[in-house]
T-cell receptor
Framework: QQQVKQSPQSLIVQKGGISIINCAYE??????FPWYQQFPGKGPALLIA?????SEKKEGRFTISFNKSAKQFSLHIMDSQPGDSATYFC?????????FGTGTSLTVIP | DAGVIQSPRHEVTEMGQEVTLRCKPI?????LFWYRQTMMRGLELLIY????????DSGMPEDRFSAKMPNASFSTLKIQPSEPRDSAVYFC???????????FGQGTRLTVV
């Protein structure tokens, strides 16, 4: 059973555009929602994270929007660049368990 | 710290053979996870250890899979016998005590032919 549902599976965006990746969860015990970025041949690495007491967190061009009532959260990449091309995973955590979404392959076209 | 270290980086084996994947977590981290990544299913949690004790192995697909953590600095994931459908990238990750970040190794790409 997939604890975290992620969409879309793949995304193609023009350079300078906005990339949006969505995730949904069911378990209200989750209290930490990170996003991971993975480049080919590498393991995923933490990109940005949010806790449910805030609705938005921004770090540079990356923003997490969090909707606690809808049990949804999303990653927005503003001014997308070719270097952002990677696979992105959302995750949800409770205690010391991390549950990952299935990933979104982002391609930013120059 | 060199981060989470996995070996080998690549493994090609014949169906029916035993495969052992190895992981060295970051020193001081007390939780270790094994994940399997495929295009179809993304990142699947196989098993996780807390203080060297297996806590949840419900993600281990079959009895052919087993994992051990004999001490805080070493873990193995064994597949015996291996099958072509086991072909995937296997990641090990360790989590800091604040539980704010999972640090992943570079993965082992397993191909079973």
């Amino acid at each position: 059973q997939q604890q975290v549902k992620q969409s879309p599976q793949s995304l193609i965006v023009q350079k300078g555009g906005i990339s949006i990746i969505n995730c949904a969860y069911e378990n209200t015990a989750f209290d930490y929602f990170p996003w991971y970025q993975q480049f080919p041949g590498k393991g995923p690495a933490l990109l940005i994270a949010i806790r449910p007491d805030v609705s938005e967190k921004k770090e540079g061009r990356f923003t997490i929007s969090f909707n606690k009532s809808a049990k949804q959260f999303s990653l927005h990449i503003m001014d997308s660049q070719p270097g952002d091309s990677a696979t992105y995973f959302c995750a949800a955590s409770t205690g010391n368990q991390f549950y990952f979404g299935t990933g979104t392959s982002l391609t930013v076209i120059p | 710290d060199a981060g989470v270290i996995q070996s080998p980086r690549h493994e090609v084996t014949e169906m029916g053979q035993e495969v052992t994947l190895r992981c060295k977590p970051i020193s001081g981290h007390n939780s270790l996870f094994w994940y399997r990544q495929t295009m179809m299913r993304g990142l699947e949690l196989l098993i996780y250890f807390n203080n060297n004790v297996p806590i949840d192995d419900s993600g281990m697909p079959e009895d052919r899979f087993s994992a051990k953590m004999p001490n805080a600095s070493f873990s193995t994931l064994k597949i015996q016998p291996s099958e072509p459908r086991d072909s995937a990238v296997y990641f090990c990750a360790s989590i800091n005590r604040l539980v704010t970040e999972a640090f992943f190794g570079q993965g082992t790409r397993l191909t079973v032919v």
